[in-house]
C-alpha cells in the first residue's frame, strides 16, 4: 500500500515538472478578491450533513464560492494523487503529512511561511507547534488542520466495581484486571466470553503505536526522535522488554488474540459489546461516542471511564491532517487568508470551522455557549465534530460547546499525560523501504507474540533483516542528511 | 461410456478408485468451500467472530441482513449498479460482437497487425493515471459513462469472443452469401443466433466485472448519488461512523460484514444458474482455437 503510494506519488510530481513556472517562495502576493477556491477535503462535514449549508455559509462570510471535492474517506489519499497527477489540481488541499512533505519536497506546495507571518489571526499560534511541521529546509509548507490529538485508555468502570477492583496505575495492577476481566466473568452471563484488553498492532499494514501505549509502556515500533536523535524504535532495548510483555499476555489468553488482525473500528466495537473491558482510543468528540455506542451496545448500565497511562507509559500526540496550497494556484495568499485566515479568526470563521452553521449544525444556548444539533442525516444521532475538533482548536477560541463530562475528563487525560511524535518525513530509500520495513516489523512481532521465537531472536532477526532496506541510511533520511 | 461398479473381483480396482475419486474430490470441495461457508454462516451468526469456525450458526439472526436492507441509502446506489451492469454488458456485448466477428473476416486489411495491437494492450496497462486523464478530457468525470466506456472493450474478453465466432463453420456463412446475404446480414442472421453459448459466456463475464467496479467509482465519480452499491456498502459497513449509521452497535461488526459480501455476490449467484448451460459451453468452444 505505502509502496503504490509512493509510486503514485511520483507520477503526481509529473504535472509539476511539466507545467512549472517556478515561484519565489518569499514573495508574499497581495491579497485579492478571487471569486472560487476549490478544495480537496476529506474530514470536513459529509455531504448528507448539509455540507451546502456550510458551503453557502463560507460563502456569505467571504464572497467566495467553494467547490468541495471530498472522496470517499478510505481511499482519500489515492484519489488525490490519481487527481493531481491527472492535472486536476486544486487550489487547496487536505492530506497526511507525510504525504504533505513529498508534494513540497517535489515543489507542490507553496510555502506559507510568509503569509502565516503577515496574517494576525495566526499572531497565537504557538510557535512549538508549527515547528513540528517544518520541513528539512526550515519552512513550512503546510500548515496544521488543527492540534495532532491522540487516544487514552478507556476502561469499564462498572466491571471494575464488580469485581471489586479500582482503575489500574501500574503495569502489574493492568495485567491483575485483564487477568479478572478475562476470567471472571465480569458481564455476569456465565460464559467466558470476554477479553481484558483489545488493541490493533496491524492496522492499515503498518506497525500500530498509538493503540497500544500502557502494555508498549516506553517502547514504540516506529521511527522516533530519542534524546533529539531519530531511532528506530522497533531495534532499541525496550522493544525487547515490550515483545516479552505481549508473548506473556497472549500465552496466558488475557488479551484479544484478534490483535494481529483487528482494524481500529473491530476492537472499538468489541469494547462497545462488552466483548473486552479495556481498549486505547481517540479522546475529544471520540470519548463521547465511546460512551454513547457502549451504551447502545452493553445497556445503560455500561459505565466508561477514561484512565491515565500506567506508571512508565505516555500517551502519544500524533500530527494533524494538514493543508497545502498548491503552486499552481493563482493567487496562493488570498487563499490562505480565506481559508487557513479565516479557520482562526477567532469570530466567525472559526465558528463555521468548529460548529459549523447555527440552526442546522449547532444552536447557541447564550453566552458563549453552544450545541451541537441531531444530525440533518440521521436525527437520532447528534452531531459531535463538523470539521475541526473542538479540543484540537490550536488557538483559545470564544465559543465553548456543552460537552459531556467524558468527553473533557478523556480529553484533560490526554493533554496532561502524552507526548508528541515528529514529523517522519525521510528520502528515497526511506520511501522505497518504509513498506519492507512495516512488514518485517509486523512479522517479527507476530512471531515473537504467538511464541514462534523468543523476544531475543526476534530482536536479532529484525536487526539482521532491516539492515537489507537499508535501516541506517533511513535514519539518516529522517535527520535531514 | 457407463463404468460398472461392484466389488467382485474383476471391477474391485476400478471401483475403489473411483471411490477415492469420489472422496478426494469432496475433500477438495469441502476445502474450497470453507471460506464461503465461513462467510455465509457468519452472516447469519450473531455471534460471528473473525477467529471461530462454525458449521452452523450459533446465534441465528437474520438482523444483519434486515439492518442492511433497511438502509433507504442504499436503493440510488443499487440501481446506480443496475444501471452500469446492465448498460455496460448490452453496449460491451455490441461493440465487443461487432469488432471480433469482423476479425474473423479473413478478407479484413489488416487483420494480423490488428490483432496485435489489440494484444498489446493486453500486455501493456496504461494505467490507471492516463484513464483519469483521457476520462477528464472526455469531459465524463463524475458521470456514469466514465465506468461503462472505460470497460466497453476488454481484449480478453474480445478474443474470447472472436475465437468462438471463428468455431462456426465458415460453409453456412459462404451459403448466405450466395443466397444473397450482406456480412451485416450474415453477422444478424447466422452468426449471432448461433453464438448464444460464446455471448451467454462473455456477458456473465462482463455483467461480474461491471458488478464488481469499486476503485473506479471511487476515482471518476464525486457526487455521493452516483456511487455504486459496492462504495456504499464499504462505507456503511467498513467505515469508522458505520455502526452508527447502521442503526446501532448490537450486531457484531463481522456479521454485518459477511452479510455484506453475500448480498454483493447474491445477483451474481441467481444469475450464474440461470446462464450456466450456454457458459460452460461457451468457454469450452472458444478456447479450443487459438
Redesign the interface.
Known amino acids: 500500500m505505502k509502496k503504490i503510494s509512493i509510486i503514485l506519488i511520483f507520477?503526481v510530481m509529473l504535472p509539476f515538472f511539466i507545467f512549472a513556472e517556478g515561484q519565489d517562495e518569499d514573495i508574499v502576493t497581495p491579497t485579492a478578491p478571487i471569486p472560487k477556491i476549490k478544495a480537496v477535503l476529506d474530514v470536513v462535514v459529509k455531504?448528507?450533513d448539509d455540507q451546502a449549508a456550510w458551503a453557502a455559509k463560507y460563502k456569505k462570510l467571504t464572497g467566495i464560492e467553494l467547490e468541495i471535492?471530498q472522496?470517499?474517506?478510505?481511499?482519500y489519499e489515492?484519489?488525490l494523487k490519481?487527481?493531481i497527477?491527472?492535472?486536476?489540481i486544486p487550489d487547496i488541499f487536505e492530506t497526511m503529512p507525510t504525504f504533505a512533505s513529498l508534494y513540497a519536497k517535489e515543489g507542490a506546495a507553496v510555502a506559507l511561511d510568509g503569509f502565516i507571518a503577515a496574517n494576525p489571526n495566526l499572531a497565537s499560534v504557538p510557535k512549538r507547534l508549527l515547528d513540528s511541521y517544518r520541513s528539512q529546509d526550515g519552512k513550512l509548507y503546510f500548515f496544521p488542520l488543527q492540534l495532532g490529538g491522540g487516544c487514552v485508555g478507556y476502561i469499564r468502570k462498572d466491571w471494575l466495581d464488580k469485581l471489586g477492583l479500582s482503575i489500574p496505575t501500574t503495569y502489574d495492577e493492568l495485567v491483575n484486571v485483564m487477568e479478572a476481566f478475562t476470567k471472571r466473568d465480569p458481564d455476569g452471563d456465565g460464559q467466558a466470553n470476554t477479553y481484558g484488553y483489545s488493541a490493533t498492532l496491524m492496522g492499515d499494514g503498518i506497525f500500530q503505536d498509538m493503540y497500544n501505549r500502557n502494555i508498549m509502556l516506553d517502547a514504540k515500533g516506529n521511527f522516533f526522535v530519542k534524546n533529539g536523535k531519530w531511532v528506530d524504535g522497533f531495534a532499541q532495548p525496550e522493544m525487547k522488554e515490550a515483545l516479552a510483555r505481549w508473548q506473556k499476555l497472549y500465552k496466558a489468553g488475557i488479551i484479544d488474540?484478534?490483535i494481529f488482525?483487528n482494524?481500529?473500528?473491530?476492537m472499538r466495537?468489541k469494547f462497545?459489546?462488552g466483548r473486552t473491558g479495556i481498549v486505547e482510543y481517540w479522546v475529544a468528540s471520540w470519548a463521547f461516542?465511546m460512551q454513547r455506542?457502549?451504551h447502545?451496545?452493553s445497556g445503560p448500565n455500561a459505565v466508561v471511564k477514561p484512565f491515565a497511562p500506567v506508571k512508565g507509559a505516555k500517551y502519544l500526540d500524533r500530527l494533524a491532517r494538514v493543508f497545502c496550497i498548491s503552486t499552481k494556484t493563482k493567487n496562493p495568499k488570498a487563499v490562505f487568508d480565506n481559508w487557513i485566515g479565516l479557520m482562526w479568526d477567532q469570530g466567525p470563521g472559526q465558528e463555521l470551522f468548529v460548529y459549523g452553521v447555527e440552526g442546522i449544525h449547532h444552536k447557541k444556548l447564550g453566552g458563549n455557549k453552544v450545541e451541537f444539533l441531531p444530525s440533518p442525516?440521521?436525527p437520532?444521532?447528534r452531531l459531535s465534530k463538523i470539521y475541526v475538533e473542538e479540543f484540537y482548536q490550536i488557538n483559545d477560541g470564544d465559543i465553548r460547546s456543552k460537552q459531556d463530562a467524558i468527553t473533557d475528563e478523556a480529553t484533560r487525560i490526554w493533554q496532561k499525560n502524552s507526548e508528541p511524535l515528529s514529523l517522519e518525513a525521510g528520502g528515497d530509500v526511506y520511501n522505497r523501504y518504509i513498506g519492507e520495513i512495516h512488514n518485517l516489523r509486523l512479522e517479527i512481532f507476530s512471531k515473537v507474540t504467538k511464541g514462534d521465537m523468543s523476544p531475543d531472536e526476534g530482536m536479532r532477526e529484525y536487526i539482521r533483516k532491516s539492515k537489507n532496506f537499508q535501516v541506517d541510511q533511513m535514519i539518516r533520511e529522517l535527520g535531514g542528511k | 461410456m457407463l463404468e460398472r461398479f461392484s466389488f467382485r473381483k474383476e471391477y474391485r480396482a476400478r471401483s475403489l478408485f473411483i471411490i477415492f475419486n469420489l472422496l478426494f474430490l469432496a475433500i477438495m470441495c469441502f476445502i474450497v468451500m470453507l471460506p464461503m461457508v465461513k462467510v455465509l454462516v457468519d452472516s447469519f451468526d450473531e455471534k460471528a467472530?473473525?477467529?471461530e469456525f462454525r458449521l452452523f450458526p450459533k446465534q441465528v439472526s437474520v438482523e444483519a441482513y434486515l439492518r442492511i436492507l433497511s438502509q433507504p441509502?442504499l436503493y440510488q446506489p443499487f440501481l446506480n449498479s443496475v444501471f452500469t451492469s446492465s448498460v455496460g454488458t448490452i453496449l460491451a456485448l455490441v461493440i465487443s460482437g461487432f469488432m471480433a466477428y469482423a476479425l474473423t473476416r479473413r478478407d479484413l486489411p489488416g487483420r494480423n497487425l490488428i490483432m496485435k495491437l489489440i494484444m498489446v494492450t493486453m500486455v501493456f496497462r496504461a494505467g490507471?493515471?492516463p484513464l483519469?486523464?483521457v476520462v477528464?478530457n472526455l469531459g465524463l468525470?463524475d458521470s456514469l459513462w466514465a465506468i461503462i466506456l472505460a470497460h466497453a472493450i476488454e481484449t480478453y474478453y474480445l478474443i474470447l469472443l472472436r475465437n468462438f465466432f471463428d468455431t462456426i463453420p465458415r460453409g453456412i456463412e459462404e451459403s448466405a452469401e450466395i443466397d444473397g446475404a450482406t456480412p451485416i446480414g450474415i453477422f444478424f442472421k447466422i452468426v449471432l443466433p448461433l453464438s448464444k453459448p460464446g455471448l451467454a459466456a462473455i456477458g456473465l463475464f462482463y455483467v461480474v466485472l461491471y458488478w464488481n467496479q469499486f476503485?473506479q467509482f471511487?476515482?471518476f465519480i464525486?457526487t455521493?448519488e452516483k456511487?455504486n452499491l459496492q462504495?456504499r456498502l464499504?462505507?456503511l459497513v467498513?467505515?469508522?461512523t458505520?455502526?452508527?449509521?447502521m442503526?446501532?452497535?448490537?450486531l457484531?461488526?463481522e456479521s454485518l460484514k459477511n452479510a455484506v459480501i453475500i448480498l454483493n455476490i447474491l445477483p451474481v449467484l441467481i444469475l450464474y444458474p440461470l446462464l450456466q448451460r450456454h457458459f460452460v459451453k461457451g468457454i469450452n468452444l472458444g478456447a479450443i482455437k487459438g
Do not use: C
Open positions: 507520477f455531504v448528507h471535492l472522496p470517499t474517506h478510505n481511499k489515492e484519489k490519481i487527481m497527477a491527472g492535472g486536476d488474540p484478534e488482525t482494524q481500529t473500528s473491530d466495537e462497545f459489546q461516542k455506542d457502549t447502545a451496545a442525516a440521521n437520532k444521532i | 467472530a473473525r477467529t441509502n490507471i493515471i483519469y486523464m477528464k468525470r476503485f471511487i476515482i464525486d455521493p456511487m462504495v464499504k462505507e467498513l467505515d469508522s458505520s455502526q452508527s449509521d442503526g446501532g452497535h448490537d457484531p461488526p
